[in-house]
């Protein structure tokens, strides 16, 4: 492949064949490369290999496995250019987001080489005098992951840095469309000298039977997965059969809000960033913007201006802000929900074209009422539904009017507002002024059908691992 220095990045590229999997370039269409399929039988060997290495990575002081993460960390950083090439051939997201993400997904290596040697017990007063009460903290074990397109090596990282600092091994399937840039980053791991069996990926033809052997597998005893709610409900029915500990991150349906006190500059800014971000398909993209009556025209004028100039093009050209979809089908679904929303009353303001290949235009939806069908989904795609609104009370009935509560946003300069808005709105993340709230350093995750568990700030650490009670009997 072009440009990419460190050649050891795709050592597992192969020859097209039989058991073999073709990575396409939603840009354009050609092949990226192909990758050889696992067998169900060498996916349980993984498995096997996987509780071999987590027992003797359980045993290294966590200092030491904190040098494997930080020298993990410094690796994917040096290579942060090829990377990002990678996932903007296989994911389409423009250049410069996927060095950004390259960036975001190392970011967790590093906090959690650093938190891991923090993963405290405590000391519990005894309830009599003859006895002494603690916890301390223990790895879950073989923790595997089931992995999206959308973020190739962030939702990877994520998961993956705080189970290996907490002394679990860690067997991820990625999304079949974007697997190189997860079988590069374990590559940098291993030159980092992890254990080959301690980090692992699979790769098998058919997602329902790894999340079938996932699931059901008794030395897997963590499954963290990041994709949509259907699958997810899913993999937790099908877990309940082992009592596996899962973590689920799932949809959302974001509503932006923008009150009359907003600062409007800011607001359409915000709004640009989080929903046009990655062609709109993250799972806290703004889904549904709600505008006050007073402040309705100039905002939408201003966001409107400010979408038409969105550039739309191959990723890997100078000054691309928006690539293409993920596929043809990702493609058609959006172009349906703008023919629903039209259909159910809404007017394009900008866009709603279909353009060549897997491109959508970046689309602004006016006459949205918040009764419409078509609010109810995420959108999953670079289209702006806006809903006027006059009540606030109503407006906060309507923000929750949601099976999903991932993250919400909303922009006011009034203080008690803002502190009301904030507690009302059942979310797991809430930007406040600001529409990217993504960092390693806080707990991100959802309520309600987004999923539990958190990845990120102190409580990332947490989901892999256990509390383990001690009671010392007969001191006198
Ligand atoms: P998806 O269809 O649920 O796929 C996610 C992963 O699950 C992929 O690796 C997929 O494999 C695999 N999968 C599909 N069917 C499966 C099955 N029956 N058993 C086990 N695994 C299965 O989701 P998506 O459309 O790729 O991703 C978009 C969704 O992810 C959106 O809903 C988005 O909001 C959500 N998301 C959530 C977060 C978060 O943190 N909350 C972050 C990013 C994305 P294949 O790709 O090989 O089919």
Redesign the pocket.
């Given at each position: 492949m072009d440009n990419i220095k460190n050649t050891s990045l795709l050592s597992i590229l192969c020859e097209p064949g039989e058991l073999t999997l073709a990575i396409d370039n939603p840009a354009d269409g050609s092949v990226v490369g192909y990758i050889p399929l696992q067998s169900e039988t060498e996916i349980d060997e993984c498995i096997r290999k996987s509780r071999l290495a987590q027992k003797l990575w359980q045993k290294r002081p966590a200092k030491e496995r904190s040098h494997f993460l930080y020298r993990w960390y410094e690796l994917v950083m040096e290579n942060q250019a090829d990377l990002a090439r990678l996932m903007t051939l296989e994911q389409g997201k423009p250049l410069a987001e996927s060095m950004a993400e390259v960036a975001y997904g190392a970011s967790f290596i590093q906090w959690f080489a650093e938190e891991g040697k923090r993963a405290y017990g405590t000391t519990i007063p005894a309830h009599t005098e003859d006895r002494r009460l603690m916890t301390i903290k223990q790895p879950v074990g073989v923790a595997a992951a089931?992995?999206?397109?959308?973020?190739p090596i962030a939702?990877i990282t994520?998961k993956a840095a705080p189970a290996l600092a907490a002394g679990c091994s860690f067997i991820v399937?990625?999304?079949?469309?974007?697997p190189l840039c997860a079988y590069a980053v374990v590559e940098l791991a291993r030159q980092a000298g992890m254990p080959e069996d301690l980090l692992q990926v699979v790769?098998h033809h058919s997602?329902?039977?790894?999340?079938?052997i996932?699931?059901r597998h008794p030395m897997i005893r963590k499954l963290s997965?990041?994709?949509?709610?259907?699958?997810?409900r899913?993999?937790i029915a099908?877990s309940a059969e082992t009592i596996k500990n899962t973590s689920?991150?799932?949809?959302?349906n974001a509503p932006f809000i923008v009150f009359d006190d907003a600062d409007i500059d800011q607001a359409v800014q915000g709004a640009i960033a989080s929903k046009f971000r990655n062609a709109g398909?993250?799972?806290?993209?703004a889904n549904r913007f709600y505008v006050h009556d007073a402040v309705y025209d100039q905002f939408v004028s201003r966001f409107i201006e400010a979408v038409k100039n969105i550039k739309v093009g191959n990723g890997l050209e100078e000054g691309v802000q928006i690539g293409p979809v993920?596929d043809a089908l990702?493609k058609e679904r959006i172009l349906q929900k703008i023919n629903l929303a039209v259909g159910q009353g809404a007017t394009i303001a900008t866009g709603g074209e279909s353009l060549d290949g897997c491109f959508v235009e970046p689309t602004v939806l006016t006459d949205v009422q918040h009764s419409m069908s078509f609010l109810r989904e995420?959108l999953?795609g670079p289209v702006a539904p806006i809903v006027r609104f006059s009540n606030d009370e109503q407006l906060i009935h309507q923000a929750n009017d949601t099976v999903y509560g991932?993250a919400a946003y909303f922009y006011s300069r009034d203080i008690t507002r803002i502190w009301q808005v904030a507690e009302a709105l059942e979310y797991g993340m809430v930007g406040i002024n600001e529409g990217i709230i993504s960092t390693e350093l806080a707990p991100?995750?959802?309520v309600k059908q987004?999923?539990f568990g958190r990845?990120g700030g102190q409580e990332g650490l947490e989901e892999y691992l256990e509390t383990k009670y001690l009671c010392f009997g007969g001191i006198n």
């Open positions: 089931i992995t999206p397109w959308n973020f939702m994520r399937k990625p999304a079949n469309q974007t790769v997602p329902e039977k790894v999340g079938d996932f699931t997965f990041t994709g949509s709610t259907r699958i997810g899913q993999l099908q689920m991150e799932l949809g959302g398909q993250t799972c806290v993209c993920i990702a995420e999953f991932l991100f995750g959802g987004s999923g990845e």
